[in-house]
């Protein structure tokens, strides 16, 4: 077979012995899988029958690169990519063929569309066959080493571990608004996470729309516990190590299941202590959905996290009420790895996350783009042409081939390869795709252009996104409008 091919017939688990991820060094024979998404439609109009999500650009790479090239340099280069549709999944192999040939071992799986991340595991479960899998999103932006979650999923002998990150300023993003806006005065959606006194396990979770709902079912279990830190400043990052058994059976039982973090990850943490594991690690059936603790494991769970400073409460949950093990409970474990506040860890799940993304990758977070920044902090490209006094500002970039007429202004934004943009032109704050023209006087604040799109003279744009191919007509002004051709049937 050669590399990078669609074919999923010989897919094999990643196996090494000991692999020494930045610091991590852990034994490890897991496979990674890479959920790609597909035309994702809280993504329109950036995405399009030719750009799905996986190829968006991030600082002119696509997004799918920055996950493939953070695991390649953790010495991890098997991976299985999941793609939802045919077509997408063409695309993405196509590209994927073309970047990383004789670098990466990558296998491209195309499952149906509007399926879920639950839904598109389930379709390919016929393929994982290492004793753990370890599972992201192919939208996370980040510098955190999937060692170190690798290694706290083995540590722990866990079920499954998730990596929780710091939330971001404005939220985690839940809904495709705008860029441009101000963040701060936007309502932010939180996960609401219980941790125990350790911080290494997961006691509960709730996110997005069902924080509310589960908050109510969350105080029972606080009066239960007595010892449970609720944090709301963290957010789950669409990365996880899963028991691989653990995970099949779940799939498997669960045929409804359509989400790993509204429906996988919040049953096994709400059935850790009261469903057990046969010794092949298959999950035994849950008895009842949201049933309260007998008053005898009640008190139990209660003195088991008085003393979580020594075993695992898990543990000591096995050995029984009164110490003794007669017949020992099997419980599975979910636990956590938490990353550091200095850490960055974004997913392009909207768009303005899509803007902030761009804005941070040559700003604040540039180590991740591994570009080479001038004296004045910017990248132009050194087949770019300048006109006189145009100026392109600090955390700024310019991509192959484009052309700026004389005296432009350029700020805080990413122009795309082969755009010619006509004279007297500012752009602030906003990103632009390949192959755009730009008419003489436009003015372009907070937006996201596609590419191929042409803007006639005089045009205005602030906060606002242009799909693919339009054309804005010449001294048209828009605020805060989604521009895009009509999709033909």
Request: with cysteine; charged share 20%; hydrophobic share 40%.
């Amino acid at each position: 077979m050669t590399k990078n091919s669609l074919n999923l017939n010989a897919i094999a688990p990643l196996k090494c012995e000991k692999a020494l991820l930045r610091g991590y060094f852990i034994p490890m024979d897991f496979q990674v899988v890479v959920l790609a998404g597909g035309f994702s439609k809280s993504l329109v109009p950036l995405v399009s029958k030719e750009v799905p999500k996986a190829l968006l650009p991030v600082a002119n790479r696509p997004v799918l690169s920055y996950v493939l090239e953070h695991f390649e340099q953790n010495n991890l280069k098997d991976f299985i990519v999941v793609v939802e549709g045919e077509s997408a999944a063409l695309l993405v192999g196509g590209w994927i063929s073309n970047a990383y040939v004789d670098r990466l071992h990558v296998e491209v799986a195309a499952v149906p569309e509007d399926i879920g991340t639950a839904g598109a595991l389930r379709a390919i479960d016929h393929h994982l066959t290492a004793k753990d899998i370890l599972v992201v999103s192919g939208d996370l932006v980040s510098d955190i080493p999937p060692g170190a979650v690798a290694a706290a999923h083995r540590r722990h002998d866990a079920a499954v571990t998730a990596m929780l990150c710091s939330t971001p300023v404005s939220g985690p993003s839940e809904s495709g608004s705008s860029g441009g806006k101000d963040k701060a005065k936007k309502p932010a959606r939180h996960n609401i996470i219980g941790l125990d006194p350790t911080k290494q396990f997961l006691l509960h979770i709730a996110a997005g729309a069902e924080v509310e709902k589960d908050i109510r079912v969350q105080k029972s279990i606080l009066r239960a516990v007595g010892q449970m830190e609720i944090r709301a400043d963290l957010m789950d990052a669409h990365m996880y190590a899963f028991k691989r058994a653990v995970l099949q059976e779940v799939l498997n039982k669960k045929e409804t299941f359509l989400s790993l973090r509204r429906d996988v990850l919040p049953y096994l943490v709400r059935n850790q202590l009261r469903s057990e594991l046969s010794q092949n690690g298959v999950l035994a059936e849950e008895n009842g959905h949201h049933k309260d603790f007998s008053e005898s494991s009640t008190v139990m769970l209660s003195q088991l996290l008085t003393n979580a400073s020594t075993q695992s409460f898990h543990e000591l949950y096995a050995l029984g009420p009164d110490g003794s093990a007669p017949s020992p409970r099997k419980t599975h474990k979910c636990c956590v790895y938490i990353a550091s506040k200095s850490n960055y860890c974004v997913r392009l799940n909207s768009i303005q996350a899509f803007s902030d993304i761009n804005r941070d990758v040559i700003g604040d977070a540039s180590h991740l783009s591994d570009y080479s920044f001038s004296p004045q902090n910017n990248i132009i490209h050194p087949t770019a042409v300048l006109g006189s006094k145009t100026t392109v500002g600090p955390h700024c970039m310019l991509g192959e081939g484009s052309q700026m007429g004389d005296k432009c202004s350029v700020k805080k934004s990413v122009i795309g390869r082969h755009c010619r943009i006509g004279s007297n032109v500012k752009v602030v704050n906003s990103v632009i795709m390949d192959h755009v023209t730009i008419g003489d006087g436009c003015s372009i604040q907070g937006s996201v252009i596609c590419s191929n799109v042409q803007l006639q003279e005089r045009a205005v744009l602030k906060d606002c996104q242009v799909g693919a191919g339009y054309v804005v007509s010449a001294g048209s002004e828009h605020k805060g409008e989604s521009l895009a051709k009509k999709e033909k049937q």
